[in-house]
DNA sequence: AAGGGGCACAACCGCTGTTAG
DNA sequence: CCTAACAGCGGTTGTGCCCCT
């Protein structure tokens, strides 16, 4: 139930046309004095009870949309800006694990909320599945992901780091890990994002869990040692029932790569064009892989 | 300079699970 | 145990901005 139904009267006295005026509730864009009403009331009295809360604020407001407003944009953990090369690793990672899991996914994203990762999914992601032709919930689009976006931006990843250091979001305490991965976006999945024994998971409860992002990379740029496919981009294995599953900290020898691709990252006279650093719109694929991906997967 | 298209993001909608009375 | 209210989630839409023609 989202409104209020308020009352209906027969006939009205002054007050309680006050009180419909004060029952009729705001929709669209929030104003900045509608903001700080709400800040400033959750400074005061904390949040929860949003119905309630958004009555004695004073807000003409559901409390579903002044929980929206508060946790999407006021709430001060919320980190605002472009989705980083590393973010939008462990997302393409965690949607293949989870699907449309957004609030699951968010967890290992501090500062990130549902709403961006999947505003983030549906306008970059799902253009790319549009640039190959097929659906993004289709085995040939997650293979592609995993095969040839995946690891590109695990070596733009190196790239960066490589040049100006550790970057933003660290995986601290990750030496070892239980992630598991599977192709084909099935999963059994060991991560828990909030008091589990995983690795993933920051010390203290409460606080949302850095991703183990290091490491992920370190398992996407692994060395192959035998049989790639014909075209040198999949690591043996690769087909329909192909299935991989092991520890981040062990991979099993020859999986990846940098998968054939003759990658060079950071070379921008060549001809591959990828999401650029800032995450935001770029076309990743190019024309060889578009072919690749519509002939091969 | 103007118009159209695409993109990014905020916000709403509807459904489901949970909780309190 | 039942029911209504609430909270949360995923899907969808609306809107403003930017870029290209």
Not at 282 to 293: A, L, P, S
């Given at each position: 139930m989202d409104v209020d139904d308020g009352n209906c009267p027969q006939m009205m006295n002054d007050d309680q046309e006050d009180e419909m005026e004060m029952e009729e509730l705001r929709r669209g864009p929030w104003t900045v004095e509608e903001d700080l009403i709400l800040i400033n009331y959750i400074s005061l009295?904390?949040?929860?009870?949003w119905n309630s809360l958004a009555h004695l604020a004073g807000l003409k407001r559901t409390g579903k949309s002044c929980r929206l407003r508060w946790l999407n944009y006021?709430?001060?953990d919320v980190r605002r800006g472009n989705i980083t090369l590393e973010e939008q690793l462990l997302i393409l990672e965690l949607h293949s694990r989870w699907g449309n899991r957004w609030s699951k996914i968010a967890q290992?994203?501090?500062?990130?909320t549902d709403n961006e990762i999947k505003n983030y999914w549906r306008t970059q992601v799902q253009k790319h599945a549009k640039q190959l032709k097929?659906?993004?919930?289709?085995k040939q689009f997650k293979d592609a992901m995993q095969y040839l976006w995946m690891p590109r931006l695990v070596e733009r990843i190196q790239a960066t780091s490589a040049t100006s250091?550790?970057?933003?979001?660290a995986s601290p305490g990750c030496s070892t890990s239980t992630i598991t991965t599977t192709t084909g976006g099935g999963c059994d999945n060991?991560?828990?994002?909030?008091?589990?024994?995983?690795?993933?998971?920051?010390?203290?409860?409460?606080t949302r869990a850095s991703c183990p992002i290091s490491e992920l990379t370190d398992y996407y740029r692994l060395p192959v040692t035998e049989a790639q496919d014909p075209a040198g981009r999949f690591c043996s294995g690769?087909?329909?029932s192909y299935q991989f599953e092991q520890s981040l900290a062990a991979p099993p020898?020859?999986?990846?790569?940098?998968?054939g691709l003759d990658l060079?990252?950071?070379?921008?006279?060549?001809?591959y064009q990828y999401m650029d650093g800032g995450g935001t719109?770029?076309?990743?694929?190019?024309v060889e892989d578009i072919w690749y991906t519509n002939h091969k997967i």
């Amino acid at each position: 139930m989202d409104v209020d139904d308020g009352n209906c009267p027969q006939m009205m006295n002054d007050d309680q046309e006050d009180e419909m005026e004060m029952e009729e509730l705001r929709r669209g864009p929030w104003t900045v004095e509608e903001d700080l009403i709400l800040i400033n009331y959750i400074s005061l009295h904390g949040e929860g009870r949003w119905n309630s809360l958004a009555h004695l604020a004073g807000l003409k407001r559901t409390g579903k949309s002044c929980r929206l407003r508060w946790l999407n944009y006021l709430r001060p953990d919320v980190r605002r800006g472009n989705i980083t090369l590393e973010e939008q690793l462990l997302i393409l990672e965690l949607h293949s694990r989870w699907g449309n899991r957004w609030s699951k996914i968010a967890q290992y994203l501090p500062g990130r909320t549902d709403n961006e990762i999947k505003n983030y999914w549906r306008t970059q992601v799902q253009k790319h599945a549009k640039q190959l032709k097929c659906d993004v919930n289709s085995k040939q689009f997650k293979d592609a992901m995993q095969y040839l976006w995946m690891p590109r931006l695990v070596e733009r990843i190196q790239a960066t780091s490589a040049t100006s250091g550790p970057t933003a979001v660290a995986s601290p305490g990750c030496s070892t890990s239980t992630i598991t991965t599977t192709t084909g976006g099935g999963c059994d999945n060991n991560l828990e994002p909030l008091g589990s024994s995983s690795n993933w998971v920051p010390e203290n409860p409460g606080t949302r869990a850095s991703c183990p992002i290091s490491e992920l990379t370190d398992y996407y740029r692994l060395p192959v040692t035998e049989a790639q496919d014909p075209a040198g981009r999949f690591c043996s294995g690769q087909g329909s029932s192909y299935q991989f599953e092991q520890s981040l900290a062990a991979p099993p020898e020859g999986y990846y790569s940098n998968y054939g691709l003759d990658l060079q990252p950071m070379d921008q006279s060549n001809n591959y064009q990828y999401m650029d650093g800032g995450g935001t719109s770029g076309n990743f694929w190019n024309v060889e892989d578009i072919w690749y991906t519509n002939h091969k997967i």
